[in-house]
């Protein structure tokens, strides 16, 4: 595991106020859509990252605008982290035109080109090989913009991450894959259905990459691990896997309680809660409680202000309905 040296007044994340902020956005944002979802503003299901934040905050402050990301359906928090309004977030959940997708593509689909988010896929492991896409077309532009991609452990089970990470290799293409490892897929145990105890770390090395565990509920460690990986492939050294330690306090999805966790396991976890970590460690370095609460309340203002504002929205006008079906262009991208 990647340890990181310490110092109590020194933060170990560029702009630490913007970090907790932004921390506390996507923990506001998932209890608010919960919220929302129990009284029938959300289409279909969600999938809520609740307990992972460390690892999207973290890792959006390693980009620069032009840098890629792609995610998974439990994909709220990245694609926020990389910029996107809250209130247009809200919009895709609620199916509302003010949504990222004109509220046509829902919780599991956000996506924000504008924002460098190229999609969240619902389809488990569907957009690794797409990551290295994007990381292929930096690359052929001579372009030094980087790829991330999120993804969970039980992806690490699917083809498309061993076909998408040996490419990546052979091609040394600039792209961070990142596990978060959060000990499920869907209601099974990752430790029960894979080979090796590390899901993607122990793969690493059938593709020449170095094995990286990181804790994903310490947000300076995050910042600190996809930061170097993130600087390597700027430089042309190729691509990374990193396997982030985490844990999502919510079940599965909507409709799952969870209830196959083992007892204490949950509250094991709250106690690594990355937010209150983070906090912790603000406090060490000399920040008052009164000003850590003012920019919660802030926070919680600014959510509660974008879900209303969503919620004014109308739904998509029937002249949206084949727009966005198809790339405009044909076959113009061959020659
Ligand atoms: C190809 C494919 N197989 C099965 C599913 C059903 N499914 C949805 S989420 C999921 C679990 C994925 O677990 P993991 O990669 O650990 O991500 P997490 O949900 O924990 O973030 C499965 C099997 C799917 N969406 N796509
Ligand atoms: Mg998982």
């Known amino acids: 595991m990647v340890q990181q040296a310490r110092s109590a007044t020194d933060i170990g994340v560029p702009d630490p106020e913007?970090?907790?902020?932004?921390?506390?956005?996507?923990?506001?944002?998932?209890?608010?859509a919960y919220e929302?979802?129990?009284?029938?503003?959300?289409?279909?299901?969600?999938?809520?990252?609740?307990?992972?934040?460390?690892?999207?905050?973290?890792?959006?402050?390693?980009?620069?605008?032009?840098?890629?990301?792609?995610g998974t359906y439990r994909g709220h928090n990245h694609v926020i982290a990389r910029g996107a309004a809250l209130d247009a977030s809200f919009g895709e959940l609620f199916g509302r035109e003010i949504g990222?997708?004109?509220?046509?593509?829902?919780?599991?689909?956000?996506?924000?080109?504008?924002?460098?988010h190229y999609g969240s896929y619902a389809i488990v492991g569907a957009h690794l090989p797409i990551a290295c896409g994007t990381a292929w077309s930096a690359k052929l532009r001579g372009a030094d913009s980087v790829t991330l991609c999120f993804f969970g452990?039980?992806?690490?089970?699917?083809?498309?991450?061993h076909e998408a990470l040996n490419l990546a290799a052979v091609w040394k293409l600039p792209v961070v894959f990142i596990c978060e490892n959060n000990l499920y897929m869907e209601f099974t145990p990752i430790g029960e259905v894979t080979a090796v105890p590390r899901?993607?770390?122990?793969?690493?090395?059938?593709?020449?990459?170095?094995?990286?565990?990181?804790?994903?509920?310490?947000?300076?460690?995050?910042?600190?691990?996809?930061?170097?990986?993130?600087?390597?492939?700027?430089?042309?050294?190729?691509?990374?896997?990193?396997?982030?330690?985490?844990?999502?306090?919510?079940?599965?999805?909507?409709?799952?309680p969870a209830r196959y966790r083992p007892e204490g396991e949950l509250e094991d976890w709250m106690t690594r809660d990355p937010i209150t970590r983070f906090v912790q460690r603000?406090?060490?370095?000399?920040?008052?409680?009164?000003?850590?609460?003012?920019?919660?309340?802030?926070?919680?203002?600014?959510?509660?202000?974008?879900?209303?504002?969503?919620?004014?929205?109308?739904?998509?006008?029937?002249?949206?309905?084949?727009?966005?079906v198809y790339c405009a262009g044909e076959t113009s991208w061959r020659s």
């Open 18 to 32: 913007g970090i907790y902020r932004e921390m506390l956005r996507l923990r506001h944002f998932e209890e608010k």
């Open 36 to 70: 929302l979802f129990l009284d029938g503003h959300v289409n279909g299901t969600m999938h809520l990252g609740v307990g992972q934040e460390a690892v999207a905050a973290g890792a959006a402050a390693t980009l620069r605008p032009d840098d890629c990301t792609l």
């Open 100 to 116: 990222l997708c004109k509220g046509k593509g829902g919780s599991m689909h956000l996506t924000s080109v504008e924002h460098g």
């Open 153 to 161: 452990d039980g992806t690490t089970n699917i083809g498309a991450f």
């Open 199 to 256: 899901p993607a770390a122990d793969r690493a090395s059938a593709y020449g990459l170095k094995p990286i565990v990181i804790d994903g509920n310490d947000v300076e460690v995050v910042y600190a691990g996809i930061a170097e990986a993130v600087d390597r492939a700027r430089r042309g050294e190729g691509p990374s896997l990193i396997e982030a330690l985490t844990y999502r306090h919510k079940g599965h999805s909507r409709t799952d």
């Open 282 to 324: 603000l406090q060490e370095a000399g920040w008052n409680a009164s000003d850590l609460e003012r920019i919660e309340r802030e926070v919680i203002e600014e959510v509660g202000a974008a879900a209303e504002r969503a919620l004014a929205s109308p739904p998509p006008p029937e002249s949206e309905l084949f727009t966005d």
